[in-house]
């Protein structure tokens, strides 16, 4: 299974950012797509995960901010982020395998990462 991330960049604070991560290869058994952001110094911390049924689960640190949502048919999974904030700041990951879990270490695929950067 192979994850590209895309869609980071500089936003200033209270803008809005829509992320997206293709999945390709043998995926058909793999449970979430989620994502996890890492900023300087600090771990890496769970964001939002969504099951192929559409079932979506949003961490406590962004709900209300953040969504998730995925297109089967092109394997593709969003992270929309809106009110975004200077500590919104920090590379976005996704993720997938064979678990439904919010720690990291528990995934077995992950992408290359797509930095965002949110001024204030």
């Known amino acids: 299974v192979q994850l590209q991330a895309s869609g980071g960049g500089l936003v200033q604070a209270g803008g809005s950012l829509t992320l997206s991560c293709a999945a390709s290869g043998r995926t058909s058994n793999t449970i979430a797509m989620s994502w996890f952001r890492q900023a300087p110094g600090k771990e890496r911390e769970f964001l939002a995960a969504?099951?192929?049924?559409?079932?979506?689960y949003v961490g406590d640190s962004v709900k209300g901010r953040f969504t998730i949502s995925r297109d089967n048919a092109n394997n593709t999974a969003y992270l929309h982020m809106n009110g975004l904030q200077p500590e919104d700041t920090g590379v976005y990951y996704c993720a997938t395998g064979f678990v439904w879990s919010t720690q990291p270490t528990r995934y077995d695929y992950w992408g290359q990462g797509t930095k965002v950067t949110v001024s204030s």
């Open positions: 969504i099951r192929r049924s559409g079932f979506k």
